[in-house]
Each structure stands twice: as C-alpha cells, then as structure tokens.
C-alpha cells in the first residue's frame, strides 16, 4: 500500500515538474515574440498618406524600406522612375519605398497632396507609398526626419538633410543602415546591392 502511495505522489510530482517546465517553454516563447514584434523606433510614428489616411509606420515592420524625400520640379525628379523599378523589382521579397514630398529646397514642390498624387501617377506611373508633404529639416521639421537625421539615433548618417532625393535605407530590425545622398540614383550598383544585401538577412 506504501509503495503504490510512494509510485502515486512520484508519478504526481514529475507531472507536475513537465507541466511547469511546458508553461515556462511557452512563456519564454511568448516573450521572444513579444520582443521580436516591438516595433522599431523609427516606425513608430504615424504619417498622412497624399490621399490624407493616417498610415502607422508599424505596418512595414520586418520590411527593408527606403525613405525618400521627393519634389516633383527638382532636376532629381526623374528619380521616381528609377524608385519604381527599384520597388517593382523587390517589392515581392519584403522591399518598400516610402516617399515624403517636402518643398524645403528651393520651392521644387509648391503642390498640394492632390497635385503631387496627380503628378506621380500620371508621369511616373508611381505605385509605392507616398506621404503627405513635409518639413524634412529647419524649425518644423518634422518628428520622423528629426529622428532619422539625429546624432543620438545613428552618428553615422545623422546631419541634416542637403537635398530633394535623399534616400536612407532601413534594415529589417528598423535599424538604418545606409544614407545616400541625392545624386545616387536608385538603379545604381551601390543602392541595389545594398538593397539586396538587407533583404538577404
């Protein structure tokens, strides 16, 4: 009767030992999850689209994108042909580009959001992503390119913005990894192996 009580309480014992090392597996689990969806600083903040919807940065988490202030009358401007391509081309392996129109350099986007969708469609055939116009530097820049361009986010590409057409490329873990100046054209060597290089992590 001792031995069947002793075999009883040991068989109750490891079963519970299993349980509570099941529940800790799921735990530590959930918590990885959790820290693998926290979104990156740099997504964090919410921006109006050219059609005026408030768009959540966080939805592109896990993506490589690339940031791009534009101007629809900047010598730069032929540029959006070669975003498309550049989109078109990796948009199916987690590739996306973002474009913030801002009239900061020399007025070379006087348009209103409407004016600027037109443009884009219409002499681009422009598809990805594109945001309201902002300040991307001076007194109301605004929180995103702040952030982007701060020396306490990245040294490394901090300072401020030079020109329409700069582009910072944006690693699948929110981090930035590369900042190209405007006449870096985007089916250039340098951006697409970049391109490449990051969707390969």
């Known amino acids: 009767m001792r031995t069947c009580t002793v075999k009883h309480l040991s068989t109750l014992l490891t079963a519970v030992i299993l349980t509570a090392a099941a529940m800790a597996g799921i735990q530590a689990r959930s918590q990885a999850a959790a820290m693998n969806s926290a979104v990156a600083p740099v997504l964090s903040f919410t921006m ?28 730069f401007t032929p540029q959006y042909a070669g975003l498309e391509a550049l989109y078109k081309r990796f948009k199916s392996k987690g590739f996306v580009i973002l474009g913030f129109p801002s009239n900061d350099f020399g007025h070379q986007e006087p348009g209103t959001d409407k004016q600027i969708s037109i443009f ?31 020396r306490k986010t990245d040294p490394r590409f ?20 590369a900042r190209f100046r405007s006449p870096i054209t985007p089916e250039s060597a340098i951006i697409v192996d970049a391109v490449k290089a990051q969707l390969a992590q």
Not at 129 to 150: A, E, I
Not at 160 to 177: Q, S, T
Request: aromatic share 12%; proline share 5%.
């Open 48 to 75: 109006p689209s050219l059609g005026g919807r408030k768009v959540h940065l966080s939805q592109y988490q896990g993506k490589v994108i690339l940031m791009v202030n534009t101007a629809s009358k900047c010598g």
């Open 120 to 150: 884009c469609t219409a002499h681009y055939g422009v598809t990805f992503p594109m945001f309201s116009k902002v300040d991307v530097k001076g007194p109301h820049q605004c929180p995103l390119y702040h952030y982007l361009t701060g």
């Open 158 to 177: 901090a300072g401020v913005v030079k020109w329409n057409f700069e582009k910072f490329l944006i690693a699948r873990d929110g981090k930035i990894v």
